[in-house]
């Protein structure tokens, strides 16, 4: 298990990384600049700081494993289980979205050190489908790339450099 644990932890951790360091490289004058164009959404649900905080909002329901009960920190908003589509009152902060990677980064740490065989088996409900923990977690780490990479793309394609891509953990890379 402490194998497992420690394989999982430096790929969560590293693409945890690499989303703080896209969102730290997003410079203010793109930060409410919508990502693609969708008739079918508000567009402020298309801008980059939404797509972070869409990716953050589902880092830590993922992590609480059930949407029922659950609640983000202050200051955000319980909208992305709202039917429909809804944007928060307010555009959040870099500051602030960078406070709940934090949040989001040590409760996945904490997560995956308190795995057992019962908890990575535990079977968990989504309105997508049902999975166990482990697979909720690789979902969870797969949907977290999906949106780094795509932030870290619009930059790119408007001239900002980010950092490469990291292959594990930066703090367990000697």
């Known amino acids: 298990m402490d194998n497992l644990k420690t394989s999982i932890w430096r790929q969560f951790g ?14 203010d004058d793109l930060w409410q600049a919508p990502l693609y164009d969708d008739s079918h959404v508000p567009p402020e649900l298309t801008q980059f700081w939404y797509r972070a905080y869409h990716t953050l909002f589902w880092l830590d329901v993922y992590l609480y494993g059930t949407e029922e009960g659950f609640l983000p920190p202050a200051p955000f ?19 602030e979205l960078l406070s709940y990677l934090d949040y989001g980064r040590e409760k996945c740490r904490e997560t995956i050190a308190a795995l057992t065989d019962e908890t990575i088996r535990r079977r968990h409900f989504f309105g997508w489908g049902e999975c166990s923990f482990l ?8 949907h977290v790339q999906e949106h780094a990479g795509q932030l870290n793309l619009f930059l790119g394609q408007n001239g900002v450099y980010t950092p490469d891509y990291e292959t594990q953990l930066r703090e367990e890379i000697s």
């Open 14 to 27: 590293a693409v945890i990384d690499y989303l703080a360091d896209t969102i730290r490289a997003c410079p």
């Open 77 to 95: 908003e319980l909208i992305e289980q709202d039917d429909g589509w809804k944007a928060p009152e307010r555009v959040y902060t870099k500051d």
């Open 135 to 142: 697979e909720l977690l690789i979902y969870n780490l797969r």
